[in-house]
């Protein structure tokens, strides 16, 4: 955190007595942080504990005349390079959530480009409240970081959820999320990976053996390669990768409206799921009985989300993988060249390769160039090939429009 600024921001909550431990915790780590409070906040701890804390004034007022002759919001806006709103406030996320600009804490998060996360705290009530639980997940789905809340003993006497997260927990989380030094910072980077699963009934369905191992760990390399990265995952049972932001889906048709709600934010798409190419074409209301010998399925073809992506016109750099069982390299090259693709990862899948397991074997295809990463565990390949990836897009940008044009 050497030298990182974060805003912090405090509103009327009574866990803001934490906040001015969190300062410490955050400082101690060396960072610059700069308190902005809400008026209510200013109810609960005073600005001299966090201006002392900080090393910083604090900033309260929109109409601050001296501060605003310098457009001092903007500024603020600006010289964040992450938000933590802690706590947040039920009114706040409620504010956060409508778009609000009516103070100078939720002026600034509306006027930021940095990353905002927030940590929640309040009466367990409030926090499973509709309106609160609706307010958050349009958040959410806006790539705000939601940080907690935790379950235990409240200020209100309560027992439940609503607990704001202990500061040596934020501070540590916060560290994840800071943007990173590496080939792709300041990228976004939208990553699909896992199966997805189509409905037959209401407790069947049709899926595929993908176990979403290898886009978790494209996921973890392009975070580490200093990307913001969304994955939008099929169900799998694996932990999300450290400050990357995941968004959980079942079907094709509910994956392709997540990519489709993010893409337009994004610089790269990686595609790696297992994308189901069919689905029952009317699923059944009710368990289906085993009435006779055989039972059919009429199938419909679902939407193709990559070809969806590389067709827009304003489209990200876009990377397929080719999961094949024969013909690999030829089958991948197809797709390639077929869905206008930037490069693709091939690889070869089938009873004991590919899916489910830790290591894999990829090879790299662009229209006019190839590179073997030979056979190795998931992440290092992964690595491998993010950095492939960040140096095509990088060449992408400066008019040379593939790897393989720049290396020619
Ligand atoms: C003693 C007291 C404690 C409060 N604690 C909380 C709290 O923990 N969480 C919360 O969301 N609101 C709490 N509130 C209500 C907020 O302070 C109130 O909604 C306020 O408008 C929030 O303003 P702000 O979001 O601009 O900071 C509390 C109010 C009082 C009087």
Wanted: proline share 5%.
């Amino acid at each position: 955190m050497q030298g990182k600024h974060i805003l912090l921001g405090v509103t009327g909550g009574i866990a803001a007595y934490k906040s001015a431990d969190l300062v410490r915790r955050l400082r101690e780590r060396g960072a610059e942080v700069q308190v902005a409070m809400t008026p209510a906040a200013r109810e609960f701890v005073g600005p001299i504990t966090f201006q002392a804390l900080s090393g910083r004034p604090v900033r309260i007022d929109l109409w601050d005349s001296a501060a605003e002759a310098a457009m001092g919001h903007i500024e603020l806006a600006r010289w964040a390079e992450l938000v933590l709103i802690a706590p947040a406030s039920a009114d706040f996320l409620a504010r956060l959530a409508g778009g609000k600009a009516d103070d100078l804490l939720s002026t600034l998060c509306l006027a930021t480009e940095a990353p905002i996360a927030v940590a929640p705290a309040m009466n367990r009530i409030m926090w499973g409240n509709a309106a609160t639980a609706a307010n958050v997940a349009l958040l959410r789905q806006r790539g705000v970081h939601v940080l907690g809340p935790a379950e235990g003993a409240q200020a209100c006497g309560e027992v439940g959820e609503g607990r704001m997260l202990e500061p040596q927990d934020l501070a540590d989380r916060l560290a994840e999320l800071l943007p990173r030094d590496g080939p792709l910072r300041g990228r976004r980077v939208l990553i699909t990976a896992g199966p997805t699963r189509e409905r037959i009934d209401p407790v069947r369905f049709i899926s595929n053996r993908s176990s979403g191992k290898m886009g978790f760990a494209v996921a973890q390399a392009a975070r580490e390669a200093g990307a913001e990265v969304v994955l939008v995952s099929g169900p799998v049972a694996l932990p999300t990768p450290h400050g990357v932001r995941r968004v959980d889906v079942e079907s094709a048709q509910a994956m392709l409206e997540a990519v489709q709600r993010e893409i337009a934010q994004a610089n790269i798409f990686i595609s790696t799921a297992a994308v189901a190419d069919y689905r029952p074409a009317s699923p059944a209301e009710q368990k289906i009985k085993k009435t006779s010998d055989r039972l059919h399925l009429d199938m419909e073809r679902t939407v193709d989300v990559l070809a969806t992506v590389a067709a827009r016109p304003e489209r990200p750099f876009v990377v397929g993988f080719a999961a094949e069982t024969e013909s690999v390299e030829q089958n991948a090259r197809g797709k390639l060249l077929n869905k206008n693709l930037d490069m693709i990862a091939a690889n070869e899948v089938g009873h004991t390769k590919g899916f489910d397991c830790e290591d894999n074997h990829l090879v790299v295809l662009w229209r006019n160039a190839r590179q073997d990463l030979g056979s190795g565990p998931k992440l290092a390949l992964a690595r491998e090939l993010v950095r492939l990836i960040a140096e095509s897009y990088t060449a992408s940008l400066t008019g040379a429009r593939h790897l393989d044009t720049v290396r020619a």
